[in-house]
Each structure stands twice: as C-alpha cells, then as structure tokens.
C-alpha cells in the first residue's frame, strides 16, 4: 500500500466508527511519515496527528488497527 493509500483508510474507517464529515479526519490524521525499515522492523509507518486530545486518541487507535493488516508502505502516487 501507499501512504496515500493508508490515509484514506483510516480517514474512512474513523469517519465511519467515531462519526464526522471525512474533511474532520482528514486533517486530524495529518501526516502519515514513511520510516527506514532498518530502524522500524514492525512497521514503517506513523501517524502524525493534529487536533483535539480525543481526535488524536482516536487516530492512533484506527492506526494500530490499520497497522494490523498493513505494516510497510511505499512512497508516491502511482
């Protein structure tokens, strides 16, 4: 999967379960950082997310679920 690919996920997956416009979660996941494999054996990707307390929980909650199914992604659009 691309990262780009991940962000809709979660954006999808967090607008379905916690409720809310997509354009709410989209700007609380934020950011989805591609890490060096070598360092992050487990996955290498994170979350970077804006917003209130509870939206950030909740981001970091889809993205362990996320991270489940889908540990390593890729870079770019295509």
Known sequence: MKAEEIEALLVEMLAGAAGGKPAKWLRAVGTIEILPIT??????????????????????LAAELVREQHPYVTAGSD
């Open 39 to 60: 360092l992050n054996p487990r996955s290498n990707w994170r979350v970077i997310a804006r917003g209130s307390a509870d939206d950030k929980a909740a981001v970091e």
